[in-house]
């Protein structure tokens, strides 16, 4: 097969970080090609230098044999270079058309030819085998539609080359398994494919080689995947090897009264009679598939969704919750949400201001001005506590790698002592290594006496941590299992519980 993409002793710094010191990659076309590496290990800044986004400081890249440099996107996408990003980069108010063919429109007598935006857009889409009318508008599509379109853009400036940065991040796994029959039909065209994924079932599924990427360097390089190992991988990436995680076997006492309980409860967003508890100590998980009803039910809560009928009682009181101020302020409830660059962090603002921000109301003084030394000793506590890589106190959560930015959305919940905390897919989007480390946070976190409400839709993960596993369908708990931390048996138990509710609707 002929190289379609070729990295050569890349190297790019920023003040005080070195984010690539001798990064490698060979992509031949027609492959699959997994990259891989922990957060901060490089790949984003590979791929922004692929993609003209940053400039590199020295190193070579070849395309298709020849030397190429870009200095801004618009050159990558004209060179035949495409890119999915995790966060979807789409314009949400525009049609499915405009979107694929916004970076060049065609034009007809100095103006856009929308007979010819739409026959091209639908052409692409058609090679996508995707039924979508180019003039529907981006909002309504979900969120596999949103990433086969950007696909689609790829195909419309006829990229050889397509990169997908953790694609299958928010996608259920019918929708993953679509995306990766698109993905493997244009590999069979000769389109050359990077995929960006933490998921090792899915570059082991799905990939022909593999790259991975440590502190910058590459330390495993165009691997074919058939000639390396799972175990192997991960030892590679975290630079020692990785044992299999040992779960935390945790008694817990719920004789006493549930620090957190719904009776009976239905809500606005489509909730039907939903009955949970979660004891001081306790990890409660909510399972279930993309659109069951978990982050919606959470938010009903915490007040961002209305409650119509039942009750929510914490420590034994029924209240109402009206936001998630009040919740914090009254019941000190926390939320740790899945969408941590929208909701969980303030990406331009400092770490300083995003962990001391649930409780400048109690390290203020007069006229409510907060003592600048009082709010950074009780950040670095927790930077200490949670060992989030940062360089300064005033770096912006923006700069942090996921993991970081993750662990900041967290630190926040626990420097306002929060009892009862809702944890929202945790892992998503993170490495091996520091979803360990999340692993025994959560697990210290219960047994210094939190309720936790967990969130995930990894069931692997969620057999890992849960001490009870509530089963989610269509917005209705569809029964609940005592975890035996035995994989092949809680799986049998929470599919045949899902594949129940399925055959009676």
């Not at 603002?349 to 009082?374: C, D, H, M």
Request: with cysteine.
């Amino acid at each position: 097969m002929t190289v379609a993409l070729q990295v050569k002793n890349l190297r790019k710094t920023f003040p005080g970080v070195v984010a690539l010191a001798d990064a490698n990659i060979t992509v031949e076309a027609g492959s699959i090609h997994a990259l891989m590496g922990e957060n901060g290990a490089g790949k984003s800044t590979l791929i922004k230098i692929v993609t003209g986004v940053q400039p590199a400081d020295q190193g070579a890249m070849l395309l298709h044999g020849t030397s190429v440099s870009f200095s801004n996107p618009l050159e990558s996408m004209d060179a035949g270079i495409g890119v999915v990003h995790q966060e979807r980069n789409v314009v949400r108010d525009f049609t499915v058309g405009e979107n694929i063919a916004l970076s060049a429109m065609p034009r007809r007598a100095g103006r856009i030819d929308w007979p010819a935006v739409w026959r091209e857009a639908r052409r692409c889409l058609e090679m996508l085998d995707l039924d979508l009318d180019p003039r529907t508008p981006m909002r309504d599509l979900s969120a596999a539609q949103t990433q086969l379109v950007e696909i689609a853009r790829g195909l419309y400036r006829r990229a050889t080359v397509l990169l997908l940065d953790e694609p299958t991040a928010s996608l259920s796994n019918d929708e993953a398994d679509r995306l990766y029959t698109v993905v493997h039909q244009l590999a069979e065209q000769g389109t050359a494919i990077v995929l960006v994924s933490h998921k090792l079932d899915e570059v082991f599924a799905h990939c022909d080689a593999i790259t991975v990427l440590r502190d910058g360097s590459t330390v495993m390089e165009s691997r074919p995947i058939a000639d390396t190992s799972r175990e192997e991988v991960v030892s590679t990436m975290v630079g020692r090897t990785l044992g299999a995680m040992e779960v935390e076997v945790r008694t817990v006492d719920r004789t006493g009264t549930p620090a957190l309980e719904l009776r009976d409860v239905s809500t606005s967003a489509g909730h039907r009679a939903i009955s949970l508890s979660v004891h001081p100590g306790e990890i409660v998980g909510m399972y279930g598939l993309v659109g069951a009803g978990r982050t919606e039910l959470a938010r009903s809560i915490l007040g961002l969704e209305r409650v119509t009928a039942g009750e929510t009682l914490v420590d034994g009181t029924a209240v109402r919750i009206r936001s998630v101020r009040d919740a914090l302020q009254r019941f000190r409830m926390g939320y740790v949400t899945e969408n941590r660059k929208e909701e969980g962090v303030f990406l331009l603002q400092s770490i300083t201001r995003n962990i001391a921000v649930t409780v400048w109301t109690e390290l203020s003084r007069f006229l409510g001005r907060v003592p600048y030394k009082r709010e950074r000793d009780t950040v670095t506590e927790f930077v200490e506590a949670l060992e989030i890589k940062i360089s300064t106190q005033d770096q912006l959560a923006g700069q942090l790698s996921g993991g970081n930015q993750q662990k900041v959305s967290l630190a926040k919940w626990l420097a306002a002592k929060t009892r009862i905390l809702i944890i929202d897919e945790p892992t998503v989007g993170i490495d091996v290594k520091t979803k360990r480390a999340f692993y025994e946070l959560i697990w210290k976190l219960a047994d210094e006496g939190l309720a936790i409400l967990l969130i995930s839709s990894d069931l692997a993960e969620m057999v890992t941590l849960a001490d009870r596993i509530i089963v989610m369908d269509r917005f209705t708990v569809r029964g609940e299992v005592d975890n035996t931390h035995d994989y092949d048996t809680m799986s049998t138990a929470v599919i045949h519980r899902i594949h129940r509710s399925e055959t009676a609707a």
